[in-house]
Nanobody
Framework: QLQLVESGGGLVQPGGSLRLSCTASNFTLDDYALAWFRQGPGNKREGLACVTSKDSRTHYKDSVKGRFTISRDDMKNTMSLQMESLKVEDTGVYYC???????????????????WGQGTQVTVSA
């Protein structure tokens, strides 16, 4: 069974930083486009950032551009989301996801992605 497991969530004050990690089990990430999604309280799940396979090009939702950085380490079979200058509205459950079908591109549409993690809670509050 293909699995993704997130870690690194928690409680942080506004303006603070957090780093989320996602580790793959039973498959390798090399040929997968990867992404991070978030579902805030009462909101639909939204795509935040994605990175292509092979050449690691990135794409971000406007609201996190310049604050969040997605990265991948195919040698370690992991992906990360570095989050800076966190805001209260960044609160939510964060999910990592992987898609085998996309080559040379990535998108922030959830229905594209085949494999999902279970989610990790991030709470930004004073």
């Amino acid at each position: 069974q293909l699995q993704l497991v997130e870690s690194g969530g928690g409680l942080v004050q506004p303006g603070g930083s957090l780093r989320l990690s996602c580790t793959a089990s039973n498959f390798t990430l090399d040929d997968y486009a990867l992404a991070w999604f978030r579902q805030g309280p009462g909101n639909k799940r939204e795509g935040l950032a994605c990175v292509t396979s092979k050449d690691s090009r990135t794409h971000y939702k406007d609201s996190v551009k310049g604050r969040f950085t997605i990265s991948r380490d195919d040698m370690k079979n992991t992906m990360s989301l570095q989050m800076e200058s966190l805001k209260v509205e960044d609160t939510g459950v964060y999910y990592c996801a992987a898609d085998y079908g996309m080559v040379g591109l990535c998108v922030l549409t959830q229905y594209t992605y085949d494999v999902w993690g279970q989610g990790t809670q991030v709470t930004v509050s004073a």
